[in-house]
DNA sequence: GGCCATATTGAAACGAAGTCTCAATAGATG
DNA sequence: CATCTATTGAGACTTCGTTTCAATATGGCC
């Protein structure tokens, strides 16, 4: 049987462990400039208690006229160099739209909502032994594996509030 | 222990059991109507042995002179159909890229080689547990997932012929 | 075989998502 | 403060996919 450690995010007042300082100094730590676009994006970042795309912020941070104007390009660079930091996760949606979700390092599983997006982190890999199987009956070199569950939460399956997953 | 049933594509010249007859039988048994442009496609998806992307499927039938003029669309909406009936089976390569392979019907699950696209199939699902696990622990209504592995073959191991999986 | 209702098609415009280029700018370090 | 170099932004560009709509072809029926 699987060992799960799961972790919920479920308050949208204390989404997630994450704090500007921490992120910066990751930042900072992995050899990265601290820019001021890359501020703006990390606080547009911790702002999301759900899985957003790329687009998304691109889009939030074209409206908010206080902070610098951040073009496109960089919007993408500094997600894909918070992902390599394990700031942020990837995910890819069963349409194979990528999003992401903040904070869940290391090898990591997730179950979705596929309404509010709420998220559900857990660390066992119940593929792990089939990995094992494989290997001997096939003799791959195995690599990489994606694996994400999805479905309705509790709330979402009472109330049942139509909204959807960003695409 | 998962009970695996492992299908190995990996003859060039015996790919699959899929033949043209029983694909257009399938297709007319569903109601769709067998017409010149899915009958090339058809033939161009046999063609193949290894994962492909729809934009290459456009490409092929594009250079090919000798058939009819097939357009974009008309090629989506095929391979959406074949999926459909589940004479193809849509992957999601973990850059986000969907990518079809021939006959995998039901729920099954693919080892895919990163380099020669070799495909093993396998039905046992390792998440069956974990569902059940995830549905009482969290209460959420369980209604996908996705699973895909991914590494490299025995040949390509030996052989370090670098090609490169479809985009 | 011929008719007809309608499923299907193709061309092209459109849209979304992401990448690339390159000159200009701005951190960080000494 | 000067310098080296990482970083940025604007926009062109590519890729992938969808939509529209008039024209066409299919399968069932007589």
């Given at each position: 049987m699987y060992h799960c450690d799961m972790t919920t995010h479920e308050h949208p007042h204390q989404?997630?462990?994450?704090?500007k300082a921490i992120v910066e100094k990751t930042l900072s730590g992995h050899g990265y400039r601290l820019t001021a676009p890359r501020q703006a994006i990390v606080d547009a970042v911790l702002r999301h208690t759900r899985p957003f795309s790329a687009e998304q912020l691109v889009a939030e941070l074209a409206e908010s006229p206080d902070g610098p104007k951040i073009g496109r390009a960089t919007v993408y660079r500094t997600l894909e160099v918070l992902a390599a930091i394990d700031v942020l996760t990837r995910i890819v949606q069963p349409g194979g739209h990528p999003t992401y979700i903040c904070g869940t390092p290391g090898h990591r599983h997730h179950l979705l909502c596929e309404n509010c997006g709420k998220t559900v982190t857990f660390t066992?890999?119940?593929?792990d032994d089939l990995v094992h199987r494989l290997t001997t009956d096939t003799n791959f070199e195995i690599r990489d594996h994606v694996l994400e569950v999805f479905g309705v939460c509790p709330t979402c399956q009472h109330h049942d509030n139509v909204q959807t997953v960003p695409a």
């Open positions: 989404p997630h462990t994450l704090t066992a890999c119940p593929v």
